[in-house]
């Protein structure tokens, strides 16, 4: 997968673009900012859903679910979760 200039495209292995939704590229910019450590959950969902509850936190974990599948086709890349804290973006290349 490589990344454009442009945070809201995408494109995978097999050469299609996918653009992401303003959510979508808001998590996976903050995913980059804190590649290969852990992104903490109450910081995404505070700056993003500008707000830290039981709801935004299982909408933040459907567009998890959503960049992970846009993800899938790229081996050295995983986005996963770490119990507690938040997020991980893992990134093989740069380990």
């Not at 653009?19 to 910019?29: G, H, Q």
């Not at 992970?68 to 973006?89: C, M, T, W």
Request: one cysteine or more; proline letters at 5%.
């Amino acid at each position: 997968m490589t990344i454009s200039p442009n945070p809201s495209i995408r494109k995978n292995c097999c050469c299609v673009q996918r653009k992401l939704s303003p959510k979508e590229a808001e998590l996976l910019r903050m995913f980059c900012k804190y590649i290969n450590d852990v992104t903490p959950r109450s910081e995404a969902l505070t700056k993003i859903w500008h707000e830290d509850n039981y709801f935004t936190a299982r909408s933040m974990d459907v567009f998890v679910t959503k960049l992970r599948k846009y993800l899938a086709h790229d081996p050295s890349i995983e986005i996963v979760n770490i119990h507690g804290n938040g997020f991980q973006l893992l990134v093989k290349d740069m380990v």
